[in-house]
């Protein structure tokens, strides 16, 4: 089940329904890296050189070349720095966008069941910076595991796992249920939701590939709720009344 859910998962990334959504979340993702960029670098030569001039006067000026070195050392360092970042920064971005990926899904593989609920506008932006901080802390935290040696691995998957897998399915249940219920459903299929987790940790560790963990996440567990769904009628999605009828 985790693994069908998986590989329409991976379908939907690369489908012509979706992939004006890929390209708004990595468009955005390099215009907001380059803002920061150009933003940190200027800040650095604005305030960072002209301190290290002072706390150097008396260097003969032949050594203004320093100056020239430490600028492009900082440009490099930062351009390493956003690098790291590009998960995160993908994340909070990719979140404004979940719904419209979980709409595509749900008209094109489940065209005879009721359409999800969006969430408005700002619920979304409060959702992305959810993703945002619980990508960020489940990186910082397996980043610390580094430091101890032979669980460092198992430390990044397992957090990560457990963090995105619980937020991505509670996402997909919500479109269908109330947040109290959505909450219920996943700690009834704690298990498969955190297997289904370890996959986007997989994913996740991947380098630039991790740049499409949220839209992959996102589709993954809307598969995986309707799946689970139709297998288990536990709180059925039919009891809330915010869903939307089915498409014709």
Not at 3 to 11: E, N, R, T
Not at 13 to 28: D, I, N, S, Y
Not at 180 to 207: C, D, M, N, W, Y
């Amino acid at each position: 089940m985790i693994f069908d859910a998986a590989s329409l998962a991976l379908k939907n990334l690369t489908a012509a329904e979706t992939r004006k959504v890929l390209w708004k979340v990595l468009g955005l993702t390099a215009l907001v890296l380059v803002g920061l960029w150009i933003a940190f670098r200027e800040t650095f030569i604005a305030f960072a050189l002209p301190w290290l001039q002072g706390f150097f006067p008396d260097l003969p000026e032949w050594a203004g070349w320093l100056t020239f070195v430490f600028g492009i050392l900082a440009s490099i360092g930062l351009a390493l720095a956003l690098a790291l970042l590009l998960s995160s920064v993908s994340a909070i971005i990719a979140g404004l966008f979940l719904d419209d990926v979980a709409e595509v899904i749900e008209a094109r593989d489940y065209p005879d069941q009721p359409m999800g609920r969006a969430m408005p506008m700002g619920e979304a932006i409060l959702s992305s910076i959810k993703f945002f901080g619980i990508v960020v802390i489940g990186n910082i935290f397996a980043f610390m595991m580094l430091l101890v040696p032979g669980i460092n691995i198992v430390a990044f998957f397992l957090v990560n796992g457990y963090l995105l897998g619980r937020e991505f399915f509670e996402f997909a249940a919500m479109r269908y249920r109330s947040p109290a219920e959505a909450r219920q459903f996943r700690a009834k299929h704690s298990t498969t939701v955190f297997l289904a987790g370890l996959l986007i940790a997989a994913f996740l560790a991947v380098p630039i590939l991790n740049l499409l963990t949220p839209l992959f996440a996102a589709s993954l567990m809307v598969h995986l709720h309707k799946k689970i769904s139709a297998r288990d009628p536990f709180l059925e999605a039919r009891a809330d009344p915010r869903l939307t009828p089915a498409r014709p």
